[in-house]
Each structure stands twice: as C-alpha cells, then as structure tokens.
C-alpha cells in the first residue's frame, strides 16, 4: 500500500520507472491463478516492448481500416455493449469514463454515442479528440479520478499487475472496471501474456470485488469481466 501511495504522486514516467525496478517482487507465472496467465518472453526491454506496440498502432494499413472499414461496425458493437452496461447500472450518463488502449477511439465514440459524455480514451498514439497518449502501465491520471473503465487489451500488457494497478488507482471507491478478454484462445501475435481462466485477473485486483463474468463475442474475445472497485480498502 506505501508503494502504491508513493507512486500516486509521482509523474506516469516517474511511476513507470519505479514500478518496474519492483517487477522482481511480482508475482510470478506459477504464483498468477496456478499459471493460468503467462508472459510471453521475447522483449529484450521494456523500450522494445513499446516501440513494437507503438508500430502496430501506426501501421498505415491497419489505421486505415480502423478509421474506416471498421469504425461504424465496431463502434454499433460497443454501443450495444455499453447500453447493456447502462441496464445493468455499471456505467451511466453522468459517469467519468476511460477507455485503455483504445487505438483511434472507436469505444469512446461508442460511450458518447449512449449518452456518456465525459468519456476519453489512452493509447501509446494518440488520436485527438477521443484518445489522448499515454501508458496504461503508468495512465497519465490522479488517483480516482473515473467511475468507470473499460478494456479489451489486457493481453497487451507485459506487466499485468501494473496494467490493474494503474486501474485500481485510477478508479474512484465504488467505480467500476470491465475487461473484455479471451481465454478459450490465444491472442495475436502483438500480445504479451496469454490469459487462460479468469482466476488470476481476481487474485491481481485486490482492491475490488469480481461482479460479473458473463460470455460475449467481441472482436475475438470472448469473456466479459466485471469488478467494482470497494469503498473501503483493509490494510
């Protein structure tokens, strides 16, 4: 928790750092839901990891076929996807909103398009207005500051437990964050971990409670994770 704490007030960059002088205390392989989630290995360092991100992102190609090809099909499938969140009352009009790793935003535009206003999403490359950069390693946020946080990249993160962490921090006491992963198959081959239940994604939020675990078809992805972050946090 001091870590935690002390991180909060540093800058991302500055988090960044510290944190990943800590990852020998991370949990290992084994020790994450009996070794249902794996890193890959690979990167040579952490610069590497982002800069091989950083290329997929700016791929000419793919960038056009997300602004066009697949902006209006992706953005009716995340639509449904957060009015069925807003009849569940896990996200409302009024909610402050991130999107994590949200590529040229079509889940932003998704978010207003239900009638949730204040939402944005982060990306290694912006693209303004709807994403702005930053890390979802060390997100570029104060403490709390959303009620809501939705992801479909956690297969993205080299680092998991600061991939949730930053979430944890971020998330107002009682927000709500919903991960769409898949564990039935493997990720492409821009992943750095392979998540194989959804048992270690409870063991690292350990400041929220597992709401829902529902089945959805999303892009490839097939499970839908819900937690709420707790209002009181136990020492």
Known sequence: ?????????????????????????????????????????????????????????????????????????????????????????????ESKALSIGARVGQEVAAMKMVGVSDAVGIDLVPYPPLVMKGDFHAQPFQNQAFDFEFSNVFDHALYPWKFVGEIERTLKPGGVCVLHVAVTRRGDKYSANDLYSVQPLSELFKESELLEVRKVDAFGLDTEVVFRKKKTIKN
Not at 29 to 36: E, F, P, Y
Not at 46 to 61: F, G
Not at 81 to 89: E, G, H, I, P, T
């Open 1 to 93: 928790m001091f870590l935690l704490a002390f991180l909060a007030t540093q800058s991302p960059l500055l988090r960044l750092k510290t944190a990943l002088q800590t990852t020998k205390n991370a949990p290992s392989n084994a020790g994450i839901g009996g070794a249902t989630l794996r890193i890959r290995r690979g990167y040579t360092s952490y610069n590497a990891y982002i800069e091989r991100q950083v290329n997929k992102t700016l791929n000419p190609k793919l960038r056009k076929i997300w602004r066009t090809r697949d902006w209006d099909r992706k953005i009716k499938v995340f639509a449904r996807v957060f009015q069925s969140l807003k009849r569940r009352k896990l996200i409302f009009n």
